[in-house]
Protein backbone atom coordinates (compact mmCIF):
# COMPACT_ATOMS: atom_id res chain seq x y z
CA UNK A 1 0.00 0.00 0.00
CA UNK A 2 1.48 3.45 -0.85
CA UNK A 3 2.34 6.03 1.69
CA UNK A 4 -0.28 7.73 0.18
CA UNK A 5 -3.16 5.69 1.22
CA UNK A 6 -2.17 5.29 4.30
CA UNK A 7 -1.97 8.61 5.35
CA UNK A 8 -4.42 9.95 7.94
CA UNK A 9 -7.17 12.46 6.87
CA UNK A 10 -6.14 15.36 8.84
CA UNK A 11 -9.29 17.02 8.58
CA UNK A 12 -10.62 13.86 10.41
CA UNK A 13 -8.83 13.25 13.32
CA UNK A 14 -9.32 16.99 13.78
CA UNK A 15 -12.96 16.39 13.95
CA UNK A 16 -13.24 13.90 15.89
CA UNK A 17 -10.73 15.24 18.38
CA UNK A 18 -12.73 18.09 18.49
CA UNK A 19 -16.14 16.15 19.55
CA UNK A 20 -14.27 13.83 21.92
CA UNK A 21 -13.18 17.23 23.77
CA UNK A 22 -17.32 18.24 23.97
CA UNK A 23 -18.04 14.72 25.30
CA UNK A 24 -15.38 15.10 28.04
CA UNK A 25 -16.19 18.42 28.91
CA UNK A 26 -19.68 17.56 28.97
CA UNK A 27 -18.75 14.90 31.93
CA UNK A 28 -16.90 17.64 33.46
CA UNK A 29 -20.10 19.40 33.62
CA UNK A 30 -22.17 16.46 34.99
CA UNK A 31 -19.28 15.59 37.61
CA UNK A 32 -19.28 19.67 38.99
CA UNK A 33 -22.27 21.47 38.53
CA UNK A 34 -20.86 24.42 39.57
CA UNK A 35 -18.96 24.34 36.26
CA UNK A 36 -21.61 25.29 33.68
CA UNK A 37 -19.88 25.39 30.40
CA UNK A 38 -23.31 25.42 28.09
CA UNK A 39 -22.43 21.73 26.72
CA UNK A 40 -25.93 20.52 27.58
CA UNK A 41 -27.01 22.81 25.07
CA UNK A 42 -24.75 20.90 21.96
CA UNK A 43 -26.11 17.22 23.68
CA UNK A 44 -27.52 16.99 20.04
CA UNK A 45 -24.20 17.57 18.42
CA UNK A 46 -21.58 16.32 20.14
CA UNK A 47 -22.72 12.01 19.57
CA UNK A 48 -24.75 12.74 16.77
CA UNK A 49 -21.90 13.57 14.98
CA UNK A 50 -19.20 10.92 15.90
CA UNK A 51 -22.21 8.64 13.79
CA UNK A 52 -22.12 10.79 11.44
CA UNK A 53 -18.59 10.73 10.85
CA UNK A 54 -18.66 6.93 11.18
CA UNK A 55 -20.93 6.50 8.50
CA UNK A 56 -18.63 8.60 6.24
CA UNK A 57 -15.94 6.31 7.01
CA UNK A 58 -18.00 3.26 6.44
CA UNK A 59 -16.63 0.84 4.19
CA UNK A 60 -17.09 -2.79 2.60
CA UNK A 61 -14.07 -2.84 0.16
CA UNK A 62 -12.00 -5.25 2.45
CA UNK A 63 -14.70 -7.63 3.33
CA UNK A 64 -16.39 -9.72 0.26
CA UNK A 65 -19.22 -10.86 2.49
CA UNK A 66 -21.16 -10.02 5.57
CA UNK A 67 -19.98 -12.86 7.74
CA UNK A 68 -16.39 -11.41 7.31
CA UNK A 69 -17.42 -8.12 7.94
CA UNK A 70 -19.44 -9.35 11.19
CA UNK A 71 -16.39 -11.36 12.52
CA UNK A 72 -13.93 -8.15 12.07
CA UNK A 73 -16.65 -5.75 13.80
CA UNK A 74 -16.68 -8.22 16.33
CA UNK A 75 -13.33 -8.49 17.17
CA UNK A 76 -12.90 -5.04 17.26
CA UNK A 77 -15.78 -3.36 18.80
CA UNK A 78 -17.89 -5.68 20.78
CA UNK A 79 -15.10 -8.46 21.94
CA UNK A 80 -13.82 -4.89 23.40
CA UNK A 81 -16.95 -3.44 24.88
CA UNK A 82 -17.40 -6.77 26.99
CA UNK A 83 -13.79 -6.65 28.27
CA UNK A 84 -13.89 -3.66 29.11
CA UNK A 85 -17.77 -3.21 30.46
CA UNK A 86 -16.67 -6.24 32.44
CA UNK A 87 -13.45 -5.16 33.75
CA UNK A 88 -15.33 -1.83 35.05
CA UNK A 89 -17.72 -4.08 36.99
CA UNK A 90 -14.84 -6.19 38.27
CA UNK A 91 -13.27 -2.87 39.85
CA UNK A 92 -16.58 -1.34 40.69
CA UNK A 93 -16.15 -0.47 44.77
CA UNK A 94 -19.99 -1.70 45.64
CA UNK A 95 -18.65 -5.74 44.65
CA UNK A 96 -16.63 -6.04 47.54
CA UNK A 97 -18.32 -3.50 50.37
CA UNK A 98 -21.98 -3.29 49.34
CA UNK A 99 -22.04 -0.83 52.26
CA UNK A 100 -21.26 1.73 49.22
CA UNK A 101 -24.29 0.83 47.77
CA UNK A 102 -26.57 4.27 48.43
CA UNK A 103 -23.70 6.01 47.09
CA UNK A 104 -23.23 4.44 43.92
CA UNK A 105 -24.98 5.73 40.63
CA UNK A 106 -28.91 5.00 40.44
CA UNK A 107 -29.14 1.82 37.53
CA UNK A 108 -32.12 1.70 35.22
CA UNK A 109 -32.65 -1.17 32.69
CA UNK A 110 -34.93 -1.07 30.21
CA UNK A 111 -37.52 1.43 32.05
CA UNK A 112 -36.81 -1.29 35.03
CA UNK A 113 -35.55 -0.05 38.36
CA UNK A 114 -34.33 -2.80 40.01
CA UNK A 115 -34.60 -3.72 43.79
CA UNK A 116 -31.28 -4.72 44.74
CA UNK A 117 -30.67 -5.49 48.05
CA UNK A 118 -27.73 -7.59 48.07
CA UNK A 119 -24.21 -7.74 45.92
CA UNK A 120 -25.89 -10.78 43.98
CA UNK A 121 -28.48 -8.64 43.01
CA UNK A 122 -26.11 -5.47 41.65
CA UNK A 123 -24.19 -7.85 40.18
CA UNK A 124 -27.46 -9.33 38.21
CA UNK A 125 -28.52 -5.97 36.96
CA UNK A 126 -25.30 -5.15 35.86
CA UNK A 127 -24.97 -7.88 33.51
CA UNK A 128 -28.42 -7.33 32.45
CA UNK A 129 -27.30 -3.82 31.45
CA UNK A 130 -23.94 -5.30 29.53
CA UNK A 131 -25.67 -8.22 27.55
CA UNK A 132 -29.30 -7.28 27.44
CA UNK A 133 -29.72 -3.66 27.33
CA UNK A 134 -26.20 -2.82 25.27
CA UNK A 135 -25.89 -0.25 27.67
CA UNK A 136 -22.48 -1.54 30.09
CA UNK A 137 -22.25 -1.82 33.40
CA UNK A 138 -23.09 0.90 35.86
CA UNK A 139 -19.30 2.29 36.15
CA UNK A 140 -18.66 2.95 32.36
CA UNK A 141 -21.14 3.92 30.85
CA UNK A 142 -19.93 5.79 28.12
CA UNK A 143 -19.23 2.17 26.67
CA UNK A 144 -22.71 2.24 25.29
CA UNK A 145 -21.57 3.80 22.25
CA UNK A 146 -18.95 1.21 21.41
CA UNK A 147 -21.95 -1.14 21.57
CA UNK A 148 -24.28 0.98 19.53
CA UNK A 149 -21.78 1.45 16.63
CA UNK A 150 -21.15 -2.07 16.42
CA UNK A 151 -25.04 -2.52 16.27
CA UNK A 152 -25.60 -0.17 13.64
CA UNK A 153 -22.73 -0.90 11.48
CA UNK A 154 -23.65 -4.06 11.28
CA UNK A 155 -27.58 -3.20 10.50
CA UNK A 156 -26.21 -0.03 7.83
CA UNK A 157 -24.70 -3.02 6.05
CA UNK A 158 -27.74 -5.25 5.92
CA UNK A 159 -29.74 -1.86 4.64
CA UNK A 160 -27.22 -0.95 2.07
CA UNK A 161 -27.25 -4.39 0.48
CA UNK A 162 -30.74 -4.12 0.36
CA UNK A 163 -31.15 -0.76 -1.12
CA UNK A 164 -28.54 -1.63 -4.10
CA UNK A 165 -30.47 -4.71 -4.59
CA UNK A 166 -33.71 -3.25 -5.09
CA UNK A 167 -32.36 -0.74 -6.86
CA UNK A 168 -30.65 -2.87 -8.95
CA UNK A 169 -34.00 -5.42 -9.60
CA UNK A 170 -32.35 -8.88 -7.63
CA UNK A 171 -29.47 -8.44 -10.21
CA UNK A 172 -25.92 -8.29 -9.01
CA UNK A 173 -25.34 -4.99 -7.49
CA UNK A 174 -21.54 -3.33 -8.30
CA UNK A 175 -21.99 0.28 -6.67
CA UNK A 176 -24.74 2.11 -5.19
CA UNK A 177 -26.36 4.78 -7.48
CA UNK A 178 -28.98 7.32 -6.98
CA UNK A 179 -31.55 5.46 -6.40
CA UNK A 180 -30.34 3.01 -3.70
CA UNK A 181 -29.08 6.06 -2.24
CA UNK A 182 -32.78 7.83 -2.22
CA UNK A 183 -33.93 4.38 -0.71
CA UNK A 184 -31.20 4.37 2.26
CA UNK A 185 -32.33 8.16 2.86
CA UNK A 186 -36.21 7.39 3.00
CA UNK A 187 -34.94 4.38 5.40
CA UNK A 188 -32.68 6.82 7.48
CA UNK A 189 -35.66 9.06 7.59
CA UNK A 190 -37.91 6.13 8.66
CA UNK A 191 -35.94 4.81 11.14
CA UNK A 192 -35.58 8.09 12.69
CA UNK A 193 -39.04 8.45 12.75
CA UNK A 194 -39.22 4.99 14.52
CA UNK A 195 -36.69 6.14 16.93
CA UNK A 196 -38.04 9.25 17.76
CA UNK A 197 -41.69 7.28 18.69
CA UNK A 198 -39.96 5.04 20.96
CA UNK A 199 -38.09 7.70 23.00
CA UNK A 200 -41.15 9.75 23.23
CA UNK A 201 -43.36 6.97 24.57
CA UNK A 202 -40.69 5.43 26.92
CA UNK A 203 -39.82 2.42 25.15
CA UNK A 204 -36.88 0.71 25.52
CA UNK A 205 -35.70 -2.40 23.89
CA UNK A 206 -33.50 -5.20 24.48
CA UNK A 207 -30.13 -4.19 22.91
CA UNK A 208 -30.93 -0.43 22.01
CA UNK A 209 -32.81 -1.15 19.46
CA UNK A 210 -34.70 2.63 19.92
CA UNK A 211 -31.11 3.94 20.30
CA UNK A 212 -30.21 2.28 17.02
CA UNK A 213 -33.18 3.36 15.22
CA UNK A 214 -32.62 6.92 15.77
CA UNK A 215 -28.33 6.70 15.54
CA UNK A 216 -29.02 4.96 11.87
CA UNK A 217 -30.10 7.81 10.48
CA UNK A 218 -27.11 10.10 11.21
CA UNK A 219 -24.86 7.04 10.11
CA UNK A 220 -26.56 6.59 6.97
CA UNK A 221 -25.87 10.46 6.44
CA UNK A 222 -23.18 10.59 6.83
CA UNK A 223 -22.48 7.82 3.80
CA UNK A 224 -24.31 9.51 2.06
CA UNK A 225 -22.46 12.99 2.54
CA UNK A 226 -19.21 10.85 1.96
CA UNK A 227 -18.90 12.33 -2.02
CA UNK A 228 -19.61 15.48 -0.70
CA UNK A 229 -17.26 16.14 2.32
CA UNK A 230 -14.27 14.30 0.52
CA UNK A 231 -14.67 17.01 -2.84
Not at 189 to 198: D, E, F, K, N, Y
Request: glycine fraction near 6%; hydrophobic fraction near 50%.
Amino acid sequence: MSDKAMARIGWIDEFKGFVLLLVCLYHVEQSFPQAQMGMLHLSALRMSAFFFISGMLFSTRRFGNFKSYLVHKTRVLLVPYILLSLLFLALDPVLYNFDLFPKAPRMTVMNIKPEIATVWDYIYWNLAKIFVAGKSSIGSGPLWFVFTLYSVSLIFYGVQKVAICVANKGRSPVKPGMTSRVIIALIAIASLAGGWLLYVNHIRLPLGIERDLTVLFFFANGWLCKGALKD
